[in-house]
């Protein structure tokens, strides 16, 4: 399994990819500080899941989500601070498969990225 985590805040982005690591000894863990750089990777690495920050230093991580809508039906899960009802609708209308917000218990999170895989893996073998 490959994540790629587009998140700005090195402390974050360090106690998700040791989880994610420690949950799934075989996974890879990409790292993004930009969307930009966040945009290149869904390109070039071709990631299992895309774990994605609305607060980006360069882009708002709903134009992130669009644009990788745009090519790709990689599951994204948004983690952000805004947890305003209309913020959680947003980001599901523009192509998010799941929200959470921070602060977030790490286990809660791992349970989500499973069960995004597995409805990625049931969609993928159900294709003709």
């Given at each position: 399994m490959k994540t790629l985590i587009v998140e700005d805040d090195p402390d974050i982005l360090?106690?998700?990819?040791?989880?994610i690591e420690m949950?799934?000894?075989d996974a890879t863990v990409v790292a993004a500080q930009t969307g930009a750089s966040?945009?290149?990777?869904?390109?070039s690495a071709r990631p299992d899941l895309v774990l994605l920050d609305l607060g980006l230093p360069d882009m708002d991580g709903?134009?992130?989500?669009?644009?990788?809508r745009e090519s790709s039906d990689v599951p994204i899960i948004i983690v952000s601070v805004r947890d305003k009802p209309t913020d959680i609708v947003?980001?599901?209308e523009n192509g998010?498969?799941?929200?959470?917000t921070k602060p977030f218990n790490v286990m809660d999170?791992?349970?989500r990225i499973g069960v995004a895989l597995r409805r990625a893996r049931a969609a993928g073998?159900?294709?003709?």
């Open positions: 360090d106690v998700v990819s040791l989880s949950r799934w000894p966040g945009l290149e990777a869904v390109g709903l134009e992130v989500c669009r644009r990788i947003k980001g599901l998010a498969d799941g929200y959470i999170l791992l349970a073998s159900a294709k003709p």
